[in-house]
């Protein structure tokens, strides 16, 4: 059965810092892997995603990678700011449309 | 395209009642899910329909819940009777055509429902 792990689970950080969201998962089959977003009170917005073949996506100021061997995937943020703010979750998708969601991170940029 | 529509937005009911949650997809989607998110759980999957069939339902908790997607526009969670256990806030999301390992399957998420059992 697949689990998906994040760390940390919150992060502090003064705005303009760069930094690393963590993701770990058990079962190297996936389809692919998402990142999302989740403000208080919303719903998840779709991030990035990337396909089992590739390596990292970039979407502005994003990066996501992808290491299917070690089970591993990372959200980089550049120049973080106050806007950031959110909780970041990361899914799995294995076979059919089964998405294994992690906890979440819990990020706060202050200004 | 207004996006995933959810109904009610928070529902707050005695146990033993009976709640519905209602989900309107994405036009054009072909996939619904529906997911229950808790601190203690986080985000999990309770079923999801391809083409108005539902394909998975193993993470339904109990026979208490039930889902039905009568057609392409329109799908409806419900627990009957409802518990405390079952306060929690109840997501629906809908993703195009999903062929493979190398579509593109994004989900986009409903803003949700915040059900409290009391």
């Known amino acids: 059965k697949q689990e998906v792990t994040q760390i940390p689970a919150a992060l502090s950080v003064p705005e303009g810092e760069n930094l690393v969201l963590n993701c770990s998962f058990t079962d190297s089959a996936i389809y692919n892997l998402q990142w999302f977003r989740q403000d208080p009170g919303k719903g998840l917005t779709s991030l990035l995603l990337?396909?089992?073949?590739?390596r990292e996506q970039t979407s502005g100021r994003l990066n996501a990678s992808l290491d299917k061997s070690s089970g591993r995937s990372t959200l980089y943020i550049a120049a973080s700011q106050p806007g950031d703010s959110a909780t970041y979750l990361c899914a799995a998708r294995g076979h059919g449309q089964n998405f294994v969601f992690g906890p979440g991170t819990r990020l706060s940029v202050l200004p | 395209d207004a996006g995933v529509i959810q109904s009610p937005r928070h529902e707050v009911t005695e146990m033993g009642q009976e709640v519905t949650l209602r989900c309107k997809p994405i036009s054009g989607h072909d996939y619904l899910f529906w997911y229950r998110q808790t601190m203690m759980r986080g985000l999990e999957l309770l079923i999801y329909?391809?083409?108005?069939?539902?394909?998975?339902d193993s993470g339904m908790p109990e026979d208490r819940f039930s889902a039905k997607m009568p057609n392409a526009s329109f799908s409806t969670l419900k627990i009957q009777p409802s518990e405390p256990r079952d306060s929690a806030v109840y997501f629906c999301?809908?993703?195009?055509?999903?062929?493979?390992?190398?579509?593109?399957?994004?989900?986009?998420f409903g803003p949700g429902t915040r059900l409290t059992v009391l």
């Open positions: 329909f391809n083409n108005n069939v539902p394909i998975d």
């Open positions: 990337i396909q089992s073949s590739q």
């Open positions: 999301a809908s993703t195009p055509l999903a062929g493979g390992p190398t579509s593109t399957d994004t989900q986009y």
